[in-house]
C-alpha cells in the first residue's frame, strides 16, 4: 500500500504483521511487546548502540506497537539517506539478537510499564473492563504482560515466537510520503520472501 505526498522530505514504512497478542496466554502474557522491543535493538550485524544510531544519523526513528489481533514497526525518516535506515530496519525485524543483556533491560522496563497501569484510573479501568467482557480469550488480557508472566518468558521462547510470527509470515507493507512508490515498492521486493512462509489462522480473532 503506497500513498504518495511532496508536503515535507519525509518518508514512512510501516511493516505490520497478524496475530501476537491474539495467541498469547497467561503464562506468556507480553511476549510480543518484549520481542519487538529487544529486536528493534539490535541485529545480528549491528548491535544495540549502532543500529539505532543509524537511524539518529540518518533523521529517523523507529516505532513498534502491539495491537490485539497484529504487530509491527513504524520507521519514520528524512527522505535523504533512507536506503539505509530500510537496511537497518530489515536486519532488525528478520534477524534480532535477543541477547539476554538486551532482553533483561527491556523486561525491567515492561514490568514497571505494565505495574504503572493500575496508578491509571482510566487505563486501569479500560483494562478490567475487558478482563470481564472477554474472560480467558487474548483480548482480556493486558497488552504489556503481568508481573509474573513476564519473568517466565525466556530466550528460547522469544526466538520461536519470532520465527512463528515474522520469519514464517508475510507482512502488510504501507508506504507514506515523498517517495516514488513503484522505486521502493521494487526495493523491498529483495527484502520479503514468500518461501517458507505459512498462514497465520486468525479465527481466534473473530468476534467472541
Known amino acids: 500500500m503506497v500513498k504518495e505526498s511532496r508536503a515535507l522530505p519525509l518518508i514512512s514504512i510501516g511493516v505490520f504483521f497478524p ?3 491474539l495467541f498469547e496466554g497467561r503464562n506468556n502474557n507480553g511476549i510480543t511487546e518484549l520481542m519487538l522491543r529487544t529486536s528493534a535493538k539490535g541485529a545480528w550485524k549491528m548491535r544495540s548502540a549502532p543500529i539505532l544510531s543509524v537511524f539518529e544519523r540518518n533523521g529517523a526513528r523507529i516505532e513498534t506497537l502491539a495491537e490485539a489481533d497484529f504487530f509491527g514497526y513504524v520507521l519514520t525518516g528524512l527522505k535523504v539517506g533512507f536506503e539505509k535506515n530500510l537496511d537497518a530496519l530489515f536486519e532488525a525485524i528478520q ?3 535477543f541477547e539476554e543483556p538486551q532482553i533483561e533491560k527491556e523486561r525491567s522496563l515492561l514490568r514497571a510499564e505494565a505495574s504503572r497501569l493500575t496508578d491509571s484510573q482510566v487505563l486501569y479501568s479500560r483494562q478490567l ?3 470481564a467482557i472477554y474472560g480467558d480469550h487474548p483480548y482480556g488480557l493486558p497488552p504489556l504482560g503481568t508481573a509474573e508472566s513476564l519473568p517466565r ?7 520461536e515466537w519470532h520465527s512463528q510470527f515474522v ?8 508506504i507514506a510520503g515523498d517517495t516514488e512508490g513503484s522505486e521502493l515498492v521494487a526495493r523491498l521486493s529483495g527484502y520479503v520472501s514468500t ?8 479465527k481466534m480473532a473473530l468476534p467472541v
Open 19 to 21: 496475530g501476537g497478542r
Open 95 to 97: 534477524q534480532p539478537q
Open 129 to 131: 473492563l475487558k478482563q
Open 153 to 159: 518468558i525466556s530466550r528460547t521462547e522469544l526466538k
Open 167 to 174: 520469519q514464517k509470515a508475510i507482512p502488510v507493507i504501507v
Open 195 to 202: 518461501v517458507g512462509a505459512e498462514p497465520i489462522d486468525l
